[in-house]
């Protein structure tokens, strides 16, 4: 199993560039989510999914957006990228919902707004 | 307000040194989560808590729901623990949310 995995690892965009960042996991979790990790701030959830089909905010959702179309890929798309979304980000998934089982992570990408 | 806060935010310790890292939470939580980061910036999950007390090798954590605190111990301490340890709450089911991490490193 190559568990989570996220592309690209590192990214350097432009103010209004739109981008996606991939995250994709072969392990059939059912729960999937996008966190952000800035100096200071701690780890916030963006996105998260319980199953294809079915997506819901977080608590910093503005800027982003996500579909899950299947099982194994929950991409996060950039709109119009800010200076603000200057950030490392994490993809993660767990067996199911609920907050009960075990969370896998991706390695992060690393991502700079000009 | 950080609805979840960690203590201490930094920690050095001797190498064997009993180590206790504090979590406390603000809000009514269907679980908690602590989690492992290491230097070069991958997570792992160490534990999952609804109640009481987990123990895996030198790692042991517990919760009391009570007073919305957990604590993470590590015993007889070592350099390969050096690392930042990250609390969660969950709210709702789905809603994470996290500390802002405890620093840790253990010299030899």
């Known amino acids: 199993n190559a568990g989570v995995t996220q592309t690209p690892k590192f990214q350097v965009l432009k103010t209004g560039q739109s981008m996606t960042l991939q995250c994709a996991q072969d392990?059939?979790?059912?729960?999937m989510s996008w966190y952000r990790q800035d100096p200071g701030m701690g780890l916030r959830l963006i996105h998260y999914?319980?199953?294809?089909?079915?997506?819901d905010q977080g608590e910093v959702p503005n800027g982003y957006n996500v579909s899950r179309s299947t099982t194994e890929d929950f991409p996060l798309r950039l709109l119009s990228a800010a200076p603000s979304q200057t950030s490392v980000y994490f993809c993660?998934?767990?067996?199911?919902?609920?907050?009960?089982?075990?969370?896998?992570f991706g390695p992060g990408t690393r991502l700079t707004v000009l | 307000k950080n609805e979840v806060e960690q203590s201490p935010q930094n920690l050095t310790a001797q190498e064997g040194e009993f180590i206790t890292i504090n979590c406390s939470y603000s809000?009514?939580?269907?679980?908690l989560h602590w989690l492992q980061q290491h230097p070069g910036g991958g997570i792992v999950s160490l534990f999952m808590?609804?109640?009481g007390k987990k123990k895996h090798g030198r790692l042991i954590a517990t919760i009391n729901i009570q007073e919305k605190h957990s604590s993470l111990h590590i015993t007889a301490s070592h350099p390969r623990d050096s690392a930042v340890y990250i609390c969660?709450?969950?709210?709702?089911?789905?809603?994470?949310?996290f500390g802002t991490g405890t620093s840790l490193t253990v010299i030899p």
């Open positions: 993660a998934s767990s067996r199911t919902s609920g907050g009960y089982n075990e969370q896998f």
């Open positions: 999914s319980v199953g294809a089909g079915i997506t």
């Open positions: 808590l609804s109640s």
């Open positions: 392990m059939n979790h059912e729960y």
């Open positions: 809000v009514g939580i269907s679980a």
């Open positions: 969660a709450v969950v709210k709702g089911g789905n809603q994470f949310y």
